[in-house]
């Protein structure tokens, strides 16, 4: 299964795209970060997300994406802001027909390092390992979409695939 994982955020927005199967330990597709003009109109930085995500989408054509789900910080503009780039994120991958989920932090922390309270060095050097990276993906937005798509690959497309097998059954012989 191929997953792009989205660290959402509207200066810098994580992609991270990787391949494998839950138990395994996958392999980095592609990283890299899309970044808008924190000087320009909201909504032409809005549209900037958008082309960038999609661009990712067309050239790495996974099979489901994950975003980062929002979560309340104490810095509201931010919040305003990491919710923007994540409906983008979620209209992006809906246009191109791809099913989508979303994880809290804790969650892609959970799944990658064991704990999910667990700071951004330790995601970065459990990414690197999990995914056996010669070098530590940067900037942390990067890391941090890398997790995300192993949580989703590890724990999501599990589900995907017991719910798509019990949807079947569910219908019996044609």
């Known amino acids: 299964m191929r997953v792009m994982g989205i660290d959402p955020g509207l200066t810098r927005c994580g992609v991270g795209v990787v391949e494998g199967r839950p138990g395994a330990p996958g392999r980095m597709i592609a990283v890299g970060v899309v970044r808008t003009d924190p000087e320009a109109p909201l909504a032409d930085r809005l549209l900037a997300l958008d082309d960038g995500l999609r661009?990712?989408?067309?050239?790495?054509?996974?099979?489901?994406?994950?975003?980062?789900?929002?979560f309340s910080q104490h810095n509201v503009a931010s919040v305003i802001g990491t919710a923007q780039a994540s409906g983008i994120a979620l209209l992006a991958a809906a246009r191109a027909g791809i099913p989508t989920a979303t994880y809290t932090p804790s969650e892609a922390k959970a799944a990658v390092c064991g704990n999910g309270t667990a700071d951004k060095r330790q995601v970065t050097t459990m990414v690197t390992r999990?995914?056996?990276?010669?070098?530590?993906?940067?900037?942390?937005?990067?890391?941090?979409?890398?997790?995300?798509?192993?949580?989703?690959?590890?724990?999501?497309?599990?589900?995907?695939?017991?719910?798509?097998?019990?949807?079947?059954?569910?219908?019996?012989?044609?």
């Open 55 to 70: 661009a990712h989408i067309e050239d790495h054509r996974p099979e489901a994406v994950a975003v980062e789900r929002v």
């Open 130 to 174: 999990v995914l056996r990276l010669s070098e530590p993906p940067k900037p942390a937005d990067a890391a941090d979409a890398l997790a995300i798509a192993i949580c989703h690959l590890w724990r999501g497309g599990m589900k995907a695939r017991l719910a798509a097998a019990q949807s079947e059954q569910s219908r019996g012989p044609r």
